[in-house]
């Protein structure tokens, strides 16, 4: 594979075209990660309910998680399935976003506080009354990510 970039700053915004002698899978791999990262950009995120597309704010995400090779968006409302990856999701979403566990992404603007017990378990609970258990292995990455603790 060849890869050109060309900077023109006439140019109003960016443009990616894609030259190919056919359609295979690598090239729908490909277009599935840039219309991915130009959604998630935008500061939306598609989610499945059923038979429906619906575009979440990531805003209005709590945490994301995997469960039984899935992949869910948690809202206030609903949960949502993912068609990504959660090592994509936290990649597209590191801003916001922070990994407490093996499979939960947590949106650090919701966290309401963190319960640390007596025993060196952490619990954090998300501004949804949602208790989300947090691994001592991710602990220190999230108070890096909240700017809490020292160094």
Do not use: C, W
């Amino acid at each position: 594979m060849k890869i050109q970039l060309t900077i023109n700053s006439a140019l109003e915004q960016t443009e990616i075209h894609i030259y190919a002698k056919e359609y295979n899978e690598q090239i729908e791999q490909l277009m599935k990660q840039l219309k991915a990262a130009n959604t998630v950009h935008a500061g939306v995120i598609d989610g499945y309910l059923q038979q429906e597309i619906h575009l979440l704010k990531i805003t209005d995400i709590f945490s994301i998680y995997a469960e039984d090779s899935k992949i869910y968006l948690q809202t206030d409302e609903q949960e949502y399935e993912a068609k990504r990856k959660l090592y994509e999701l936290e990649k597209q979403l590191a801003k916001d976003f922070v990994r407490v566990n093996k499979s939960t992404l947590v949106n650090i603007h919701k966290i309401s506080s963190i319960q640390m017990a007596k025993i060196g378990t952490t619990q954090l609970l998300l501004e949804n009354a949602t208790s989300i258990p947090v691994s001592r292995k991710y602990l220190k990455d999230l108070k890096r990510h909240l700017g809490i603790g020292k160094d």
